[in-house]
Protein backbone atom coordinates (compact mmCIF):
# COMPACT_ATOMS: atom_id res chain seq x y z
CA UNK A 1 0.00 0.00 0.00
CA UNK A 2 1.21 3.67 -0.75
CA UNK A 3 3.08 5.54 2.17
CA UNK A 4 0.84 8.38 3.74
CA UNK A 5 1.69 11.36 2.08
CA UNK A 6 3.15 13.14 4.78
CA UNK A 7 5.68 10.38 6.01
CA UNK A 8 6.85 10.09 1.75
CA UNK A 9 7.31 13.44 1.75
CA UNK A 10 9.04 13.53 4.97
CA UNK A 11 11.80 10.58 3.26
CA UNK A 12 11.99 12.27 0.26
CA UNK A 13 13.16 15.87 2.45
CA UNK A 14 15.39 13.68 4.04
CA UNK A 15 17.01 11.86 0.80
CA UNK A 16 17.74 15.52 -0.71
CA UNK A 17 19.17 16.50 2.70
CA UNK A 18 21.73 13.25 3.22
CA UNK A 19 22.51 14.24 -0.88
CA UNK A 20 23.22 17.49 -0.03
CA UNK A 21 25.16 16.54 2.77
CA UNK A 22 27.23 13.82 0.63
CA UNK A 23 28.34 16.69 -1.99
CA UNK A 24 30.85 17.91 0.15
CA UNK A 25 33.14 15.66 0.02
CA UNK A 26 34.72 13.98 -2.71
CA UNK A 27 35.28 9.79 -2.44
CA UNK A 28 38.49 9.36 -0.36
CA UNK A 29 40.88 6.53 -1.33
CA UNK A 30 40.23 3.15 -0.77
CA UNK A 31 37.07 3.99 0.65
CA UNK A 32 35.47 0.96 -0.97
CA UNK A 33 38.22 -1.28 -0.84
CA UNK A 34 36.12 -2.80 2.48
CA UNK A 35 33.26 -3.84 0.42
CA UNK A 36 33.21 -7.72 0.08
CA UNK A 37 34.50 -9.20 -2.96
CA UNK A 38 32.31 -11.26 -5.21
CA UNK A 39 31.43 -11.81 -8.41
CA UNK A 40 28.17 -12.41 -10.69
CA UNK A 41 28.21 -15.50 -12.23
CA UNK A 42 26.46 -15.09 -15.68
CA UNK A 43 25.84 -18.92 -17.10
CA UNK A 44 22.24 -19.73 -16.61
CA UNK A 45 20.39 -22.59 -18.19
CA UNK A 46 18.39 -21.49 -21.57
CA UNK A 47 15.09 -20.83 -21.26
CA UNK A 48 12.63 -21.88 -23.90
CA UNK A 49 10.00 -19.28 -22.65
CA UNK A 50 11.32 -15.89 -21.01
CA UNK A 51 8.17 -14.58 -17.84
CA UNK A 52 8.10 -11.11 -18.12
CA UNK A 53 6.82 -9.07 -15.48
CA UNK A 54 6.74 -5.52 -16.72
CA UNK A 55 6.52 -2.95 -13.62
CA UNK A 56 5.66 0.69 -15.35
CA UNK A 57 3.00 1.33 -18.43
CA UNK A 58 3.53 4.87 -18.92
CA UNK A 59 4.93 6.35 -22.22
CA UNK A 60 8.12 4.26 -22.42
CA UNK A 61 6.74 1.11 -20.95
CA UNK A 62 3.30 1.64 -23.63
CA UNK A 63 6.00 1.42 -25.94
CA UNK A 64 8.31 -1.55 -25.14
CA UNK A 65 5.15 -3.62 -24.15
CA UNK A 66 4.47 -4.33 -28.58
CA UNK A 67 7.77 -4.77 -29.24
CA UNK A 68 8.50 -7.59 -26.37
CA UNK A 69 4.99 -9.20 -27.76
CA UNK A 70 6.50 -9.50 -31.15
CA UNK A 71 9.88 -11.08 -29.75
CA UNK A 72 9.66 -15.08 -29.82
CA UNK A 73 9.68 -16.94 -26.79
CA UNK A 74 8.27 -13.63 -24.45
CA UNK A 75 5.57 -14.22 -22.44
CA UNK A 76 4.46 -11.63 -20.60
CA UNK A 77 2.74 -13.18 -17.37
CA UNK A 78 2.46 -9.56 -15.06
CA UNK A 79 2.03 -5.83 -15.05
CA UNK A 80 2.69 -3.40 -12.56
CA UNK A 81 1.32 0.75 -12.18
CA UNK A 82 -0.09 2.91 -9.90
CA UNK A 83 -2.78 3.76 -12.58
CA UNK A 84 -5.31 0.90 -12.60
CA UNK A 85 -6.46 1.88 -15.97
CA UNK A 86 -2.65 1.29 -17.45
CA UNK A 87 -2.62 -2.18 -16.21
CA UNK A 88 -5.91 -2.84 -17.78
CA UNK A 89 -4.75 -1.10 -20.97
CA UNK A 90 -1.82 -3.89 -20.84
CA UNK A 91 -3.55 -7.00 -19.91
CA UNK A 92 -5.76 -5.81 -22.61
CA UNK A 93 -2.75 -5.70 -24.97
CA UNK A 94 -1.45 -8.64 -24.35
CA UNK A 95 -4.70 -10.67 -24.67
CA UNK A 96 -5.17 -9.56 -27.90
CA UNK A 97 -1.40 -11.09 -28.81
CA UNK A 98 -2.80 -14.21 -27.80
CA UNK A 99 -1.23 -14.88 -24.34
CA UNK A 100 -3.39 -15.48 -20.90
CA UNK A 101 -4.30 -12.46 -19.63
CA UNK A 102 -1.80 -11.65 -17.31
CA UNK A 103 -1.58 -10.82 -13.71
CA UNK A 104 -2.27 -7.02 -12.36
CA UNK A 105 -0.54 -5.20 -9.69
CA UNK A 106 -2.02 -1.65 -8.99
CA UNK A 107 -2.12 -1.41 -5.08
CA UNK A 108 0.15 1.27 -4.83
CA UNK A 109 3.68 2.01 -4.50
CA UNK A 110 4.68 -1.08 -3.21
CA UNK A 111 3.22 -3.58 -4.95
CA UNK A 112 5.83 -4.57 -7.13
CA UNK A 113 7.15 -6.50 -3.94
CA UNK A 114 4.07 -8.60 -4.39
CA UNK A 115 4.78 -9.17 -7.88
CA UNK A 116 8.13 -10.32 -7.61
CA UNK A 117 7.43 -12.68 -4.38
CA UNK A 118 4.29 -14.29 -5.92
CA UNK A 119 4.46 -14.67 -9.91
CA UNK A 120 6.78 -17.33 -11.46
CA UNK A 121 8.86 -14.90 -13.44
CA UNK A 122 12.22 -14.73 -15.15
CA UNK A 123 12.65 -11.23 -16.01
CA UNK A 124 11.11 -8.15 -14.06
CA UNK A 125 11.66 -5.53 -16.46
CA UNK A 126 11.70 -1.83 -14.37
CA UNK A 127 10.22 1.71 -16.02
CA UNK A 128 9.09 3.62 -14.18
CA UNK A 129 10.58 6.76 -12.19
CA UNK A 130 14.74 7.15 -11.06
CA UNK A 131 14.35 6.93 -7.59
CA UNK A 132 12.18 3.36 -7.85
CA UNK A 133 15.01 1.52 -10.64
CA UNK A 134 17.42 0.66 -7.41
CA UNK A 135 14.53 -0.79 -4.95
CA UNK A 136 12.39 -2.42 -7.71
CA UNK A 137 15.95 -4.38 -9.24
CA UNK A 138 16.79 -5.41 -5.77
CA UNK A 139 13.76 -6.71 -4.63
CA UNK A 140 13.43 -8.79 -8.13
CA UNK A 141 16.59 -10.19 -7.38
CA UNK A 142 16.75 -11.25 -3.50
CA UNK A 143 12.97 -13.06 -5.35
CA UNK A 144 15.11 -14.94 -7.54
CA UNK A 145 14.93 -13.12 -10.90
CA UNK A 146 16.33 -11.35 -13.32
CA UNK A 147 16.17 -7.33 -13.38
CA UNK A 148 16.51 -5.20 -16.14
CA UNK A 149 15.96 -1.45 -16.03
CA UNK A 150 15.56 1.71 -17.84
CA UNK A 151 18.23 4.70 -17.29
CA UNK A 152 19.87 5.27 -15.52
CA UNK A 153 19.85 2.51 -13.15
CA UNK A 154 20.48 4.34 -10.29
CA UNK A 155 21.52 7.87 -8.75
CA UNK A 156 24.02 7.19 -6.22
CA UNK A 157 26.97 5.69 -4.89
CA UNK A 158 25.02 3.67 -2.04
CA UNK A 159 22.54 2.69 -4.87
CA UNK A 160 25.36 1.46 -7.26
CA UNK A 161 27.13 -0.62 -4.97
CA UNK A 162 23.55 -2.41 -3.80
CA UNK A 163 22.66 -3.12 -7.37
CA UNK A 164 25.83 -4.93 -7.69
CA UNK A 165 26.63 -7.06 -4.35
CA UNK A 166 22.76 -8.10 -4.83
CA UNK A 167 23.30 -9.03 -8.29
CA UNK A 168 26.56 -10.70 -6.92
CA UNK A 169 24.72 -12.55 -3.82
CA UNK A 170 21.91 -13.31 -5.81
CA UNK A 171 23.71 -14.79 -8.91
CA UNK A 172 21.07 -12.88 -11.36
CA UNK A 173 21.75 -10.85 -13.69
CA UNK A 174 20.87 -7.03 -13.36
CA UNK A 175 20.64 -4.87 -17.04
CA UNK A 176 20.47 -1.31 -17.67
CA UNK A 177 18.32 -0.80 -21.08
CA UNK A 178 20.23 1.95 -22.85
CA UNK A 179 19.29 1.34 -26.00
CA UNK A 180 21.57 4.37 -28.02
CA UNK A 181 24.28 0.98 -27.29
CA UNK A 182 22.16 -0.09 -30.37
CA UNK A 183 21.68 2.25 -32.53
CA UNK A 184 22.83 1.82 -36.26
CA UNK A 185 25.74 4.43 -36.05
CA UNK A 186 26.99 3.17 -33.00
CA UNK A 187 26.77 0.04 -33.49
CA UNK A 188 28.84 0.71 -37.21
CA UNK A 189 31.51 2.73 -35.51
CA UNK A 190 31.97 -0.16 -32.77
CA UNK A 191 32.80 -2.09 -35.43
CA UNK A 192 34.82 0.23 -37.32
CA UNK A 193 36.39 0.80 -33.79
CA UNK A 194 36.85 -3.11 -33.33
CA UNK A 195 38.18 -3.25 -37.19
CA UNK A 196 41.08 -0.74 -36.18
CA UNK A 197 40.35 1.50 -38.70
CA UNK A 198 40.42 4.45 -35.89
CA UNK A 199 43.91 3.24 -34.13
CA UNK A 200 44.05 3.71 -30.95
CA UNK A 201 41.14 5.90 -29.20
CA UNK A 202 42.26 8.84 -27.56
CA UNK A 203 39.16 11.34 -27.25
CA UNK A 204 35.47 10.68 -26.95
CA UNK A 205 32.31 12.85 -26.88
CA UNK A 206 29.28 12.32 -25.58
CA UNK A 207 26.27 13.83 -24.08
CA UNK A 208 22.25 14.30 -24.03
CA UNK A 209 21.32 17.35 -25.60
CA UNK A 210 17.38 17.33 -25.60
CA UNK A 211 15.41 20.26 -25.10
CA UNK A 212 12.57 18.67 -22.66
CA UNK A 213 10.76 22.01 -21.88
CA UNK A 214 7.63 20.95 -24.23
CA UNK A 215 7.38 17.47 -24.09
CA UNK A 216 5.06 16.86 -21.81
CA UNK A 217 7.16 14.99 -19.33
CA UNK A 218 8.44 18.23 -16.99
CA UNK A 219 5.19 19.62 -15.87
CA UNK A 220 1.08 18.56 -16.59
CA UNK A 221 -0.33 20.94 -19.78
CA UNK A 222 -1.97 23.71 -16.93
CA UNK A 223 1.86 24.10 -15.07
CA UNK A 224 0.09 22.82 -12.04
CA UNK A 225 1.67 19.67 -11.74
CA UNK A 226 5.69 18.74 -11.01
CA UNK A 227 6.27 15.97 -12.73
CA UNK A 228 9.00 13.57 -11.26
CA UNK A 229 11.43 14.62 -13.87
CA UNK A 230 11.27 18.15 -13.38
CA UNK A 231 11.87 17.61 -9.44
CA UNK A 232 15.12 16.18 -10.26
CA UNK A 233 15.92 19.41 -12.14
CA UNK A 234 14.63 21.45 -8.80
CA UNK A 235 16.56 19.36 -6.54
CA UNK A 236 20.38 18.49 -8.51
CA UNK A 237 23.14 20.01 -10.30
CA UNK A 238 24.96 18.01 -12.04
CA UNK A 239 25.10 15.56 -14.99
CA UNK A 240 22.09 13.75 -14.49
CA UNK A 241 20.98 11.67 -17.73
CA UNK A 242 24.41 10.34 -18.39
CA UNK A 243 24.08 7.12 -19.81
CA UNK A 244 22.73 7.78 -23.56
CA UNK A 245 25.85 9.39 -24.97
CA UNK A 246 27.78 7.33 -22.73
CA UNK A 247 27.03 4.10 -23.12
CA UNK A 248 28.41 3.42 -27.13
CA UNK A 249 31.73 5.58 -26.17
CA UNK A 250 31.79 3.31 -23.03
CA UNK A 251 31.44 0.09 -25.27
CA UNK A 252 34.00 1.14 -28.10
CA UNK A 253 36.67 2.25 -25.11
CA UNK A 254 36.20 -1.16 -23.44
CA UNK A 255 35.52 0.44 -19.88
CA UNK A 256 35.73 -2.63 -17.77
CA UNK A 257 37.08 -4.52 -19.95
CA UNK A 258 40.81 -3.21 -20.03
CA UNK A 259 40.23 -0.09 -19.23
CA UNK A 260 37.91 1.91 -16.46
CA UNK A 261 36.77 5.28 -15.68
CA UNK A 262 39.82 7.02 -13.21
CA UNK A 263 38.09 10.08 -12.04
CA UNK A 264 35.68 13.03 -12.97
CA UNK A 265 35.41 17.13 -12.79
CA UNK A 266 32.07 18.85 -13.36
CA UNK A 267 30.88 22.27 -13.86
CA UNK A 268 27.51 23.92 -14.63
CA UNK A 269 26.52 27.12 -15.92
CA UNK A 270 23.57 29.22 -14.04
CA UNK A 271 20.12 27.91 -14.38
CA UNK A 272 17.95 30.46 -16.43
CA UNK A 273 16.36 28.62 -19.50
CA UNK A 274 13.32 27.31 -17.03
CA UNK A 275 12.50 30.50 -15.44
CA UNK A 276 12.53 32.65 -18.55
CA UNK A 277 10.19 29.73 -20.86
CA UNK A 278 7.71 29.61 -17.58
CA UNK A 279 7.60 33.14 -17.47
CA UNK A 280 6.60 33.76 -20.79
CA UNK A 281 3.98 30.75 -20.79
CA UNK A 282 2.35 31.48 -17.41
CA UNK A 283 3.20 34.86 -16.41
CA UNK A 284 6.09 36.28 -14.36
CA UNK A 285 4.44 35.47 -10.80
CA UNK A 286 3.93 31.68 -11.66
CA UNK A 287 5.24 29.19 -9.35
CA UNK A 288 7.15 27.33 -12.31
CA UNK A 289 8.68 30.92 -13.50
CA UNK A 290 9.79 31.89 -10.08
CA UNK A 291 11.02 28.43 -8.85
CA UNK A 292 14.94 28.37 -8.24
CA UNK A 293 15.89 25.28 -10.21
CA UNK A 294 19.43 23.71 -8.95
CA UNK A 295 20.13 22.08 -12.05
CA UNK A 296 22.49 24.21 -14.19
CA UNK A 297 21.11 24.93 -18.35
CA UNK A 298 24.69 23.34 -19.56
CA UNK A 299 26.76 21.00 -17.66
CA UNK A 300 30.07 19.49 -19.17
CA UNK A 301 31.91 16.66 -17.34
CA UNK A 302 35.11 15.50 -18.73
CA UNK A 303 36.24 12.17 -17.50
CA UNK A 304 39.96 10.74 -17.77
CA UNK A 305 40.45 6.59 -17.88
CA UNK A 306 42.73 5.02 -16.11
CA UNK A 307 44.44 4.56 -19.41
CA UNK A 308 44.79 7.71 -20.30
CA UNK A 309 41.29 8.61 -22.64
CA UNK A 310 39.27 11.33 -22.46
CA UNK A 311 36.01 11.80 -22.78
CA UNK A 312 34.12 15.32 -22.78
CA UNK A 313 30.23 14.54 -21.73
CA UNK A 314 27.70 17.38 -21.78
CA UNK A 315 23.80 17.07 -20.42
CA UNK A 316 21.72 20.61 -21.85
CA UNK A 317 18.08 20.22 -21.53
CA UNK A 318 16.85 23.31 -20.63
CA UNK A 319 17.30 25.50 -23.26
CA UNK A 320 16.32 25.86 -27.18
CA UNK A 321 18.44 23.50 -29.01
CA UNK A 322 17.99 20.37 -31.63
CA UNK A 323 18.41 17.18 -30.11
CA UNK A 324 22.18 15.64 -30.04
CA UNK A 325 24.30 13.09 -28.33
CA UNK A 326 27.28 14.41 -29.53
CA UNK A 327 28.61 10.81 -30.50
CA UNK A 328 32.27 11.46 -31.22
CA UNK A 329 35.10 9.10 -31.35
CA UNK A 330 39.08 10.30 -31.63
CA UNK A 331 41.73 8.11 -32.42
CA UNK A 332 45.36 7.91 -33.78
CA UNK A 333 43.97 7.17 -36.97
CA UNK A 334 40.96 8.64 -37.70
CA UNK A 335 37.96 10.83 -36.15
CA UNK A 336 33.84 9.79 -36.42
CA UNK A 337 31.48 12.83 -35.56
CA UNK A 338 27.66 12.60 -34.78
CA UNK A 339 25.11 15.12 -35.70
CA UNK A 340 25.27 15.54 -38.09
CA UNK A 341 27.10 11.98 -39.08
CA UNK A 342 30.07 12.23 -40.53
CA UNK A 343 34.01 10.73 -40.44
CA UNK A 344 37.57 11.32 -41.49
CA UNK A 345 39.56 8.34 -41.73
CA UNK A 346 43.43 8.78 -42.45
CA UNK A 347 44.88 7.54 -45.69
CA UNK A 348 41.57 7.21 -46.75
CA UNK A 349 39.66 9.95 -46.94
CA UNK A 350 40.57 13.25 -49.04
CA UNK A 351 42.87 15.21 -46.64
CA UNK A 352 41.38 17.86 -43.58
CA UNK A 353 38.03 16.66 -45.43
CA UNK A 354 34.95 15.05 -43.77
CA UNK A 355 32.87 11.85 -45.34
CA UNK A 356 29.74 10.97 -45.32
CA UNK A 357 29.39 8.28 -42.97
CA UNK A 358 26.97 6.59 -45.36
CA UNK A 359 30.27 6.05 -47.41
CA UNK A 360 31.10 3.34 -45.55
CA UNK A 361 28.04 1.42 -44.37
CA UNK A 362 27.76 -0.97 -47.29
CA UNK A 363 31.50 -2.23 -45.77
CA UNK A 364 30.98 -1.46 -41.88
CA UNK A 365 27.71 -2.19 -41.02
CA UNK A 366 27.29 -3.90 -38.24
CA UNK A 367 26.09 -7.68 -38.73
CA UNK A 368 23.07 -7.11 -36.02
CA UNK A 369 21.74 -4.68 -38.04
CA UNK A 370 22.69 -6.39 -41.45
CA UNK A 371 20.60 -9.08 -40.35
CA UNK A 372 17.73 -7.66 -38.42
CA UNK A 373 17.38 -4.30 -40.56
CA UNK A 374 13.80 -5.83 -41.80
CA UNK A 375 12.26 -6.30 -38.00
CA UNK A 376 14.20 -3.31 -36.22
CA UNK A 377 13.82 -0.38 -38.66
CA UNK A 378 11.36 1.55 -37.54
CA UNK A 379 10.42 -0.28 -34.34
CA UNK A 380 11.10 2.55 -31.05
CA UNK A 381 13.44 4.88 -31.43
CA UNK A 382 14.90 4.15 -35.38
CA UNK A 383 14.96 0.41 -34.16
CA UNK A 384 17.35 0.36 -31.18
CA UNK A 385 14.65 -0.53 -28.73
CA UNK A 386 13.79 -3.80 -30.59
CA UNK A 387 17.02 -4.68 -30.96
CA UNK A 388 18.09 -4.11 -26.96
CA UNK A 389 15.34 -6.08 -26.04
CA UNK A 390 15.85 -9.07 -28.99
CA UNK A 391 19.37 -9.39 -27.21
CA UNK A 392 18.46 -9.36 -23.88
CA UNK A 393 15.85 -12.02 -24.37
CA UNK A 394 18.08 -13.99 -26.62
CA UNK A 395 20.62 -14.19 -23.70
CA UNK A 396 18.36 -15.69 -21.17
CA UNK A 397 16.92 -18.14 -23.87
CA UNK A 398 20.16 -19.30 -24.82
CA UNK A 399 21.78 -18.72 -21.36
CA UNK A 400 24.83 -16.84 -22.38
CA UNK A 401 25.87 -13.57 -21.19
CA UNK A 402 24.13 -10.72 -21.34
CA UNK A 403 25.58 -7.92 -23.55
CA UNK A 404 25.58 -5.32 -20.66
CA UNK A 405 25.87 -6.53 -16.83
CA UNK A 406 25.52 -4.57 -13.48
CA UNK A 407 28.98 -3.36 -13.27
CA UNK A 408 27.92 -1.15 -16.80
CA UNK A 409 25.00 -0.15 -14.82
CA UNK A 410 27.05 1.40 -12.07
CA UNK A 411 29.71 2.80 -13.95
CA UNK A 412 27.47 4.41 -16.18
CA UNK A 413 24.72 5.50 -13.51
CA UNK A 414 27.39 6.25 -10.77
CA UNK A 415 28.20 9.86 -12.92
CA UNK A 416 24.21 10.82 -11.56
CA UNK A 417 26.13 11.87 -7.72
CA UNK A 418 30.06 12.14 -8.74
CA UNK A 419 29.16 14.70 -10.77
CA UNK A 420 27.00 17.00 -8.60
CA UNK A 421 30.04 16.59 -6.06
CA UNK A 422 32.52 18.10 -8.31
CA UNK A 423 29.84 20.70 -9.16
CA UNK A 424 29.52 21.45 -5.46
CA UNK A 425 33.34 21.13 -4.74
CA UNK A 426 34.49 24.33 -7.01
CA UNK A 427 35.02 21.78 -9.73
CA UNK A 428 37.40 19.21 -8.40
CA UNK A 429 37.95 16.03 -9.41
CA UNK A 430 36.15 13.39 -7.91
CA UNK A 431 37.64 9.20 -8.17
CA UNK A 432 35.63 6.53 -9.92
CA UNK A 433 34.64 3.38 -7.26
CA UNK A 434 36.11 0.51 -9.26
CA UNK A 435 32.57 -1.86 -9.15
CA UNK A 436 34.87 -4.56 -10.65
CA UNK A 437 37.01 -4.51 -7.91
CA UNK A 438 39.98 -5.02 -10.02
CA UNK A 439 38.56 -7.52 -12.90
CA UNK A 440 38.59 -4.87 -15.57
CA UNK A 441 42.07 -5.24 -15.74
CA UNK A 442 41.24 -9.13 -17.14
CA UNK A 443 37.66 -8.97 -17.98
CA UNK A 444 37.34 -9.62 -22.07
CA UNK A 445 36.51 -6.96 -24.43
CA UNK A 446 33.23 -6.88 -26.04
CA UNK A 447 32.69 -8.86 -28.98
CA UNK A 448 31.02 -8.43 -32.61
CA UNK A 449 27.92 -10.06 -32.05
CA UNK A 450 24.99 -11.72 -34.66
CA UNK A 451 21.51 -12.25 -34.53
Same mark, same amino acid.
Given at each position: ??????????? +???????? *????????????????????? #?????????????? @??????????????????? !??????????????? =???????????????????? #??????????????? !????????? &????????? +??????????????? !???? =?????????????? @??? %???????? #?????????????????????????????????????????? /?????????????????????????????????????????????????????????????????????????? $???? !????????? &?????????????????????????????? $? %???????? /????????? +????????????????????????????????????????? /???????? =?????????????????????????????????????? *??
Amino acid at each position: MSEPSTRRQFL +ELAAAVGT *TTALGAATAPGEEVSRAVGRQ #ENQFKPLDEVRIGL @VGIGSRGSNLLPLLLDLEG !VKIQAVGDLVESRVD =WAQNQVEAAGQRRPTGYSRG #EYDFRRMCNEEDLDL !VMVVTPWRW &HVPMCVAAM +EAGKHAATEVPAATT !VDEC =WQMVETAEKTKRHC @VML %ENCCYGRP #EMMIFNMVRQGLFGELVHARAGYMHDLRMDGELISPDGGEVR /WRLDNMIRHNGNIYPTHGLGPVAQCMDIDRGDRFDYLVSMSSKSAGLNAFYAERFGDDQPLATQQYALGDVNFT $LIRT !VGGKTITLG &HDTQLPRPYSRMSMVQGTKGIYQGYPDRIH $L %EDRSPAHE /WEKLEVYQQ +EYDHPLWQQLVDRAEGRGHGGMDFLELYRLVKALRSGTPTD /WNVYDAAS =WSVIFELSQRSVANKSRPVDFPDFTRGRWKTNPPLGIV *TA
